[in-house]
């Protein structure tokens, strides 16, 4: 299955078996400090994914890039159903940053935005850089 199409467990698995170090379920268990049964029930789907925490001891410890670490916030918060990814919760909802992009969101919704204006904006910062 293609990574964009897959749930949270999914992703999480592939990313744990993709590994060169061939990593069990126990060695993430330990990792994350929780239990193997709740973490092979989260790559299972039967719960919900882990907090933000251990999104970013799971990311760290697996290497995995800021774009993957990304997805997985956002996979988490389509897991849960109607929340922010975690990554983005504080200033998405509480700084004058936040409430630009909920109006822009809800431009675009209107069609008042396009895909095509996104994607000049997101360009117009990739050209610019990372931050020093």
């Given at each position: 299955m293609r990574e964009?199409?897959?749930?949270?467990?999914?992703f999480i698995r592939s990313k744990r078996l993709k590994d060169?170090?061939?990593?069990?379920?126990?060695n993430?268990?330990?990792?994350?400090g929780i239990s193997?049964?709740?973490?092979?029930?989260?790559?299972?789907g039967r719960r919900k994914p882990f907090d933000g925490e251990k999104i970013e001891r799971f990311s760290e410890y697996l290497h995995l890039s800021e774009e993957?670490?990304?997805h997985?916030?956002?996979l988490a918060?389509?897991?849960?159903?109607?929340y922010i990814p975690e990554d983005i919760d504080d200033i998405?909802?509480?700084?004058?940053i936040g409430n630009m992009a909920r109006f822009a969101l809800r431009m675009t919704n209107k069609g008042r935005l396009r895909k095509e204006d996104w994607e000049q904006l997101i360009q117009k910062v990739k050209e610019e850089g990372e931050p020093e």
């Amino acid at each position: 299955m293609r990574e964009e199409n897959m749930d949270f467990g999914q992703f999480i698995r592939s990313k744990r078996l993709k590994d060169s170090r061939e990593l069990t379920l126990r060695n993430i268990s330990e990792e994350l400090g929780i239990s193997l049964s709740m973490l092979s029930d989260i790559e299972q789907g039967r719960r919900k994914p882990f907090d933000g925490e251990k999104i970013e001891r799971f990311s760290e410890y697996l290497h995995l890039s800021e774009e993957d670490k990304a997805h997985l916030y956002d996979l988490a918060a389509k897991k849960r159903a109607g929340y922010i990814p975690e990554d983005i919760d504080d200033i998405m909802m509480y700084s004058d940053i936040g409430n630009m992009a909920r109006f822009a969101l809800r431009m675009t919704n209107k069609g008042r935005l396009r895909k095509e204006d996104w994607e000049q904006l997101i360009q117009k910062v990739k050209e610019e850089g990372e931050p020093e």
